[in-house]
């Protein structure tokens, strides 16, 4: 006698939970690879090596990340003038 196969006296309720965790699965890691691709985390630009920090600071002006007058005294400061 085949116990457990094709249905057997175990019914379908493995057979569903499998199915149930297998689409769980693949829908989880669905969400996980499309948020991957759209949080811009693949395409953020990276600092060079060979940038100096004048360069950091006008690339941070730049992006609107400070403004002028962050920018001023910061720029004072890197030129040796804000000690």
């Known amino acids: 006698m085949m116990y457990g196969y094709y249905g057997g006296h175990m019914g379908a309720g ?3 939970m ?12 669905a969400v996980l690879i499309y948020r991957l691709l759209t949080s811009g985390a693949l395409h953020r ?8 920090p004048s ?19 910061r720029r004072r400061v890197l030129d040796g003038e804000g000690r």
Request: net charge negative.
């Open 45 to 52: 630009p990276t600092r060079q090596a060979s940038d100096t």
């Open 55 to 73: 360069d950091v600071l006008a690339h941070r002006f730049a992006r609107g990340e400070i403004d002028a007058e962050e920018y001023a005294a």
């Open 14 to 16: 493995p057979w569903v």
């Open 18 to 29: 499998m199915a149930v965790t297998d689409l769980l699965f693949w829908a989880v890691l």
